[in-house]
């Protein structure tokens, strides 16, 4: 932590739900707590500091559940890094326009699975999303076995990800590890804080440099090089970052 408070230009980039923000049933509820809240809103306002969000959501839906408005200094990328949105003055490459099958192949998805319950297709940019976290463990895996076999018959070459009860497809192979690459090119970060609780987030810890860091919230087999038990936890880790860097730069 030392070490990450005294580096030139601090690059903390974090993953949104389960990280930020608690789990919840309902993904368009989740929100940060207010420490968590002040944490990064402390460290995006220090000098020569950026902070980012990486999430699997769509851009337009992180920017609306970490309450970050667009002129915000907070770097977002979403979908995974196919989506990136950085303040002025930094550069990153444009985002390719999705193909026109998204929406066909999401819609005959979606209608195989209308046969279960409390399960559900969610559209993204580049693909979409089957969310199970409220079917029953019979529902779960015969909506997971649907997908499985529309997968092989219509998603060759797609890039799958698992998660908390959801499985994605995207027709973009990008992941959090690129993600990460870019947006440290983009604020010429000498040091990296990455810190994520899920499988798609480990793509992104794998990536690290030395010097960074990696923290992984939760449990699970990680490449991360610390690990904290739960949102409340990375709130605190990022509280005591914020006064470090905010000591070390005034010192």
Do not use: C
Not at 60 to 72: G, H, I, K, N, Q
Not at 82 to 105: K, R
Not at 123 to 146: C, S
Request: aromatic share 4%; no cysteine.
């Amino acid at each position: 932590m030392q070490s990450l408070a005294r580096t030139p230009v601090l690059l903390v980039a974090l993953d949104f739900d389960g990280t930020l923000a608690p789990l919840v049933d309902v993904p368009s509820e989740a929100r940060m707590g207010g420490r968590a809240r002040a944490a990064i809103d402390q460290l995006a306002a220090l000098p020569d500091t950026h902070v980012a969000l990486v999430s699997g959501r769509m851009l337009a839906d992180l920017r609306l559940v970490s309450e970050t408005p667009p002129d915000s200094r907070i770097l977002l990328a979403g979908s995974h890094g196919a989506q990136l949105h950085v303040p002025a003055g930094h550069e990153v490459a444009h985002d390719a326009p999705p193909s026109a099958d998204i929406a066909t192949l999401s819609a005959d998805l979606a209608d195989q699975l209308s046969i279960l319950e409390n399960v559900w297709v969610e559209r993204k940019p580049y693909g979409f999303v089957v969310h199970t976290r409220l079917a029953d463990e019979r529902g779960a895996t015969r909506a997971h076995a649907i997908v499985d076999g529309f997968a092989r018959e219509r998603l060759q070459g797609w890039r799958r990800r698992g998660g908390h009860d959801v499985v994605e497809y995207s027709e973009r192979p990008e992941g959090k590890d690129g993600a990460i690459r870019a947006l440290r090119d983009a604020v010429g970060a000498t040091a990296v804080l990455f810190a994520g609780d899920d499988e798609t987030d480990e793509d992104a810890l794998r990536a690290l440099q030395p010097g960074d860091l990696g923290v992984r919230v939760g449990s699970g087999v990680t490449a991360a090089t610390m690990r904290v038990e739960n949102a409340t936890e990375m709130a605190e880790l990022l509280s005591r970052l914020a006064e470090l860097r905010t000591r070390n730069l005034s010192s």
